[in-house]
């Protein structure tokens, strides 16, 4: 019941998700915390101490031009696959059921193989001798060959490819949902399809749209696989950085700041996108 | 004492918890992490075939990925595959076990020349397994122009069209050489030195890959390359038109070792696998899948004189030099390298 206060049993019944979100997020983020105050030693391993030395250089230009960098690339991201994903999402909710199915089960398919190796797939289309370049010198070959492969455009294309299904599935549960009536009514009214988009179903599907839209920002803009693979590891995005520090670097502290820091911009991104959410539209 | 209570679960447990590692003892188990693209599959088979032992092989792409995992204690590995100079900080860091040198009858089938090196004078605790110079390949396809050394690939003509290994020690070292630099007594003033000339050099690269830096050559998305001479060995066995060139201003010479860290719980297999490494036929299979320079004499001489005759495998001269332990400075390095590429 909404707006009920939980009694005792439902208190016992939320303790295995509470222990768990304590145990793996609580707990973690709280370490990640401590060791971004710490310094490490010339081996790598970690000295526990209180220092913000690791957030000052966060501060520096450099780290400051790869969050904006990041930001960009996963805004870019989530704006494509928000503009592709949208359309390909309603008529699928809009479909007669069997067509539905069918198309719903094509957006799953590429979950049947690993993701690693649909990048290596998009490495072989990419590349300077690759099916891409192929065509395009068939067409016309005063074109060939693009660079096309380790460039900003391969990741953002990697980046698009790999998260747009985050975005069709929950837009496509919100307009399953629309009611019909609504959207006749709109029209009876005199409503033109112009008007109802904007007016009306853009409004009802908001939840789902912010849904998608955070599957789609979050983990593009910690990704790392993808920029390494498709962008040569060459265009340092945050997640590379990050990945870097603990891998490469062995400054455990300063990828810990790093990673201090994302979490803080997810914390403050995520209460600006409630803030945005018109009442009423927040339970989708 | 109440005999009607069964076994306590928590003791229970931790009884199964011990016997645990008894198990795997039994059924023979190794846990091998060595570097990707360097240990063919059918070698970690037939000594599977052989002896029974389960390989369990993990890969990682630097150095610094190794310890990093490996002093993260997130997996307990009992053989380790470091290059010569993180192995001589292994070692000083009591990161490393040492051997049983009787139980390793292979020993002798080693040069003269791999034995009782600055790392491991006594060869108290490591074994070679493959050695190889970084040097520089050029497509003679596409580069016209002679390349003889750093300065001649990190030019703005071949921007866009470099690949090099993604290794911070070696890409300092090559800034280091070109200026005339000692590559291994490293301190704030020599980095300071280094540091505008390689801020130029990153900005030219194409791609960072340690693991398969052929592959981008291969491929055609590059031309040159500064990799790891196995690569380049294996891009000249494909295709004659990509040549290796030893940098006139100085080489980096690494001999990979073979290991057992201070924690390793199977000792007696990790010894029983090197032994199989140093046998010819083993090493020579491995010299056909990755073409570096084989210590191992008696396998050099099953080798045919075409492998011999792979100028990256084998080079003639050159100035060649092994990279030493550089402690503290190795930490700047890492941040020096890190700020640049993140300038990019």
Same mark, same amino acid.
């Given at each position: ?19 768990? @979100? ?12 401590? +060791? ?37 690339? &996963? ?5 494509? +696959? ?80 790999? !998260? ?37 179903? @853009? ?16 983990? /593009?803009?910690?990704? =790392?696989?993808?920029?390494? %693979? ?32 994302? @979490?803080?911009? =997810? ?18 | ?12 447990? &931790? ?98 020349? =791999? ?63 070109? @200026? ?83 924690? &390793? ?26 073409? !570096?320079?084989?210590?191992?004499? /008696? ?20 100035? %060649? ?24």
């Amino acid at each position: 019941m909404p707006g009920a206060r939980p009694g005792a049993l439902a208190w016992l019944l939320l303790t295995p998700l509470l222990a768990w @979100l304590a145990l793996f997020v609580v707990l973690p983020a709280l370490l990640l915390l401590g +060791c971004s105050l710490g310094e490490r030693d010339e081996f790598g391993q970690v000295l526990w101490g209180f220092s913000l030395e690791n957030y000052a250089r966060l501060l520096d230009p450099v780290y400051l031009g790869i969050f904006l960098r990041s930001l960009g690339f &996963a805004a870019l991201t989530t704006a494509l +696959c928000l503009l592709i994903g949208y359309p390909v999402a309603y008529h699928l909710a809009r479909a007669a059921p069997r067509v539905r199915e069918l198309l719903l089960l094509l957006v799953m398919v590429p979950f049947w193989t690993s993701f690693l190796v649909r990048t290596y797939a998009w490495m072989a289309i990419l590349r300077e001798e690759g099916l891409l370049n192929a065509l395009v010198a068939w067409l016309q070959p005063a074109w060939a060959p693009l660079g096309l492969l380790y460039t900003p455009a391969a990741v953002v294309t990697g980046l698009v490819y790999s !998260y747009l299904p985050f975005l069709i599935l929950p837009v496509y549960a919100s307009v399953e949902k629309l009611d019909g009536a609504l959207i006749e009514a709109a029209h009876d009214l005199g409503a033109g399809p112009w008007r109802v988009f904007p007016a009306v179903i @853009l409004p009802l599907t908001l939840p789902g749209i912010a849904a998608g839209v955070t599957l789609v920002f979050v983990p /593009a803009v910690a990704m =790392f696989a993808v920029t390494d %693979l498709l962008g040569g590891a060459r265009v340092p995005l945050l997640g590379n950085v990050i990945q870097n520090q603990f891998l490469q670097a062995r400054d455990w502290p300063f990828g810990a700041a790093l990673g201090v820091a994302l @979490l803080a911009l =997810f914390l403050v991104s995520q209460l600006g996108l409630r803030a945005l959410r018109p009442r009423g539209a927040l339970r989708g | 004492m109440k005999f009607k209570t069964p076994i306590l679960p928590g003791r229970l447990a &931790a009884l199964l918890l011990a016997l645990l590692p008894l198990a795997a003892r039994a059924a023979g188990e190794l846990n091998l992490f060595g570097w990707s693209e360097y240990v063919p599959q059918p070698v970690l088979d037939g000594f599977t075939r052989e002896t029974g032992i389960k390989v369990n092989f993990e890969t990682y792409s630097s150095n610094e990925e190794m310890l990093a995992k490996l002093v993260a204690g997130g997996g307990r590995y009992d053989l380790v595959q470091p290059s010569d100079y993180t192995a001589e900080a292994m070692i000083r860091r009591k990161l490393l076990q040492p051997l049983d040198r009787a139980r390793l009858t292979g020993l002798g089938n080693l040069a003269p020349a =791999f034995n009782g090196r600055a790392h491991d004078p006594e060869g108290r605790y490591t074994v070679p397994y493959m050695s190889g110079s970084v040097g520089i390949v050029v497509n003679t396809e596409k580069v016209k122009v002679p390349v003889r050394g750093y300065r001649d690939v990190f030019q703005a003509a071949f921007r866009d069209r470099i690949v090099v290994v993604n290794d911070s020690r070696e890409l300092v070292s090559w800034a280091l050489y070109a @200026l005339g630099l000692p590559v291994n007594t490293i301190d704030a003033a020599s980095l300071a030195r280094a540091r505008p000339l390689l801020a130029e050099w990153i900005k030219l690269v194409k791609v960072f890959d340690s693991d398969s830096p052929k592959t981008a050559l291969l491929n055609g998305d590059v031309d040159l390359g500064v990799v790891w001479s196995g690569e380049a060995a294996i891009l000249w066995r494909e295709n004659r038109k990509f040549q290796y060139v030893l940098p006139a201003e100085g080489a980096h010479q690494f001999v990979d070792v073979l290991a057992i860290p201070a924690g &390793a719980r199977n000792v007696t297999e990790a010894h029983r696998f090197i032994d199989y490494i140093l046998r010819p036929e083993v090493s020579r299979q491995i010299s056909a899948a990755f073409p !570096y320079t084989n210590p191992n004499l /008696a396998a050099r001489r099953l080798l045919t004189p075409d492998e011999l005759a792979n100028p990256a495998s084998y080079p003639k001269g050159g100035k %060649l030099e092994s990279f030493r332990d550089i402690g503290r400075a190795a930490a700047d390095i890492d941040r020096l390298v890190t700020d640049l590429k993140s300038a990019k």
